[in-house]
């Protein structure tokens, strides 16, 4: 395996990880989960930020989905492309809020790393784009 291949199935690792652990968390103990990210109290129920616990569990779960087939890379290069779109709707969406005061700056972290994470996909899906080329 080549290491852009190598390097992206780590990223996939690593980014399913991120997301499936914050997912369990906020589901298991939102108010929790918020003070450790340093995320001001929020006065919605706590089922809200477990309904949104569940939607950052699965978007975590499906980066593991190309390591259930055996010919993978259509499947990696699907994933970071939905991913992708699901990254940069988050970071803007959560962005904006906080710009125009619907969401506590302490929320920063979101949109911050949403679009690094964003980023980093679109680097290697042009990276793969253009391997494929060679």
């Known amino acids: 395996m080549i290491r852009l291949e190598k390097t992206t199935l780590i990223y996939l ?5 991120c997301d499936t652990i914050s997912g369990v968390m906020l589901m298991a103990a939102p108010v929790w989960t918020l003070s450790v990210m340093g995320v001001a109290s929020t006065l919605v129920e706590p089922v809200y930020m477990q309904w949104i616990g569940a939607f950052v569990f699965s978007v975590g779960l499906s980066y593991f989905t190309p390591f259930l087939v ?3 890379r259509a499947m990696v290069r699907g994933l ?6 699901v990254r940069v ?20 972290s979101v949109p911050m790393s949403d679009a690094a994470m964003a980023a980093i996909q679109a680097v290697l899906l042009v990276m793969l784009a253009g391997k494929d080329k060679a």
């Open 70 to 72: 055996r010919d993978r």
């Open 89 to 108: 709707v988050i970071a803007s969406f959560s962005g904006w809020s906080i710009l125009r005061g619907a969401l506590d700056p302490t929320w920063m």
């Open 13 to 17: 690792v690593l980014a399913g990880c």
């Open 80 to 85: 970071l492309v939905t991913t992708l779109i």
